[in-house]
C-alpha cells in the first residue's frame, strides 16, 4: 500500500511521457528523470529532474529538483483539502533545529508545493525527523516525517540543485 502511493505521488509529479530511472533506497523512492529537452553543456550531463519521495501515514513528503529548482511538495492524505491556486503559511523545522517560515501554493486539491529555502533540504539530510506546520485560515495541522535514509536518497538531487 505504502509503495502504491509514492509511486501515485512520483507519478503526479512526472509528466507522462517521460522515461524515468527509478529506485528505493529505505523508505525513499527516488526518480531521476533526463529532460530530453534541455540545454546540453559539453562536458557535461544532460538536465534531470529529481523526485525523491516518501509515504507515512498516509501522507506524502516529496523533495524535488525541476529544472534546478528545489522544491519540497506536501500530498495529503485528505484529497480535497486545498484548492488550486490557494497559498498556505507553513512552519518547517527539522529535529529541534532553527523554524523556517514560509508560504506554499497548492498545486493540486491534495498538494502544495513550498519553495526549499534557508537550507531546509540540507538540514534533513542531518536530522531524524521534519515536522511541517500547515496553517491554512484559522485550522493549522503538523505532518511529520522520519529522515532515515533522507542523506543517501537526496544525493540523487544534488546533481541538478544547490541543496542550501
Not at 529505505?26 to 523526485?51: Q, Y
Request: glycine share 8%.
Amino acid at each position: 500500500m505504502m509503495i502504491q502511493r509514492i509511486l501515485a505521488a512520483v507519478l503526479a509529479c512526472v509528466p507522462l511521457c517521460a522515461v524515468a530511472t527509478e529506485k528505493l533506497i529505505g523508505n525513499w523512492h527516488v526518480s531521476v528523470e533526463v529532460d530530453r529537452f534541455g540545454k546540453t553543456v559539453a562536458g557535461f550531463p544532460p538536465p534531470t529532474d529529481v523526485f525523491v519521495t516518501t509515504e507515512q501515514g498516509g501522507h506524502t513528503l516529496a523533495v524535488r529538483c525541476i529544472r534546478n529548482k528545489l522544491t519540497i511538495a506536501l500530498v495529503d492524505a485528505v484529497p480535497d483539502r486545498y484548492s488550486r491556486g490557494e497559498e498556505v503559511r507553513y512552519f518547517f523545522r527539522a529535529d529541534s533545529g532553527d523554524i523556517v517560515r514560509g508560504f506554499a501554493n497548492a498545486i493540486e486539491g491534495n498538494t502544495i508545493e513550498m519553495v526549499a529555502k534557508d537550507g531546509m533540504v540540507v538540514d534533513m539530510t542531518k536530522a531524524k525527523e521534519a515536522a511541517f506546520r500547515i496553517i491554512r485560515g484559522n485550522v493549522e495541522f503538523d505532518r511529520v516525517f522520519a529522515l532515515k535514509g533522507a542523506k543517501k536518497a537526496f544525493a540523487a538531487l544534488d546533481g541538478g540543485c544547490v541543496l542550501e
